[in-house]
């Protein structure tokens, strides 16, 4: 099976500006998970989506939300974007659920907020 | 907020000596996992081990699991320079909540 896939693996945006990243989990699976990555803060989780409802959310502002299609793939979006919000976005995929069995991970999207 | 702690933070050792690498965490877990993260790429799943379990080998690396202190151990055995990551437990509670991760260990394998 094909792995995690992620894209774009490189951004590069202007404060204000929005973003949308894009993550293809392992076929069949229907759990998608977002983490953001930063050296001060860990891995923070952002949101899990399964069978394209949000089922759960991490403690972020507004300005950060996704969605999941009936293929299971995932977008985030980040509007109005922020300094702090340059980070390693990564997804992770999972057949049932984030929390209770093994988490895939994608490469990571690497955006980069000037 | 981090569930889980990584002790210590950074590791240097030399090839072929063995590592050792501890998770602590505050409430009771459905299961435990350890992954690895060479700079800057995605998270490689190594072991879960789940609450009922104690000890669980895969290959070159041990994890050990003590509910009643609340904490984990991964054991790498004969390092070898690839082994050079962070490593991060990650606990997984009841339910659908999802896993959270600890701030990792910084391995260095000195070939």
């Known amino acids: 099976k094909a792995g995690v896939t992620q894209t774009p693996r490189y951004l590069i945006k202007t404060r204000g500006q929005q973003v949308t990243l894009s993550c293809s989990p392992i076929?069949?699976?229907?759990?998608v998970s977002w983490y953001q990555q930063t050296p001060g803060q860990g891995l923070q989780f952002l949101f899990e989506?399964?069978?394209?409802?949000?089922?759960n959310k991490g403690n972020f502002p507004g300005r950060f939300s996704g969605r999941q299609f009936s293929n299971s793939r995932s977008e985030m979006n980040v509007s109005t974007l922020e300094l702090g919000d340059s980070a390693l976005y990564l997804c992770?995929?999972?057949?049932?659920?984030?929390?209770?069995?093994?988490?895939?991970f994608g490469p990571g999207t690497r955006l980069l907020v000037l | 907020s981090q569930q889980g702690e990584e002790d210590p933070q950074a590791l240097s050792i030399q090839e072929g000596e063995n590592a050792t690498m501890n998770c602590s965490y505050k409430?009771?877990?459905?299961?435990l996992q350890w992954y690895r993260q060479n700079s800057g790429r995605g998270l490689v799943h190594l072991i879960l081990?789940?609450?009922?379990?104690r000890e669980k080998h895969s290959g070159r690396l041990r994890v050990t699991l003590d509910t009643s202190k609340k904490s984990s151990s991964l054991l790498i055995t004969a390092s070898r320079a690839a082994d050079t990551a962070s490593y991060f437990c990650?606990?997984?509670?009841?339910?659908?909540?999802?896993?959270?991760f600890g701030k990792g260990t910084r391995l260095s394998v000195i070939a």
């Open positions: 992770a995929s999972s057949p049932m659920g984030a929390g209770q069995e093994t988490q895939y």
């Open positions: 076929s069949g699976h229907r759990s």
């Open positions: 989506y399964f069978s394209e409802t949000q089922r």
């Open positions: 409430t009771s877990i459905n299961n």
């Open positions: 081990i789940r609450s009922n379990e």
């Open positions: 990650a606990t997984g509670l009841s339910g659908n909540t999802p896993l959270v």
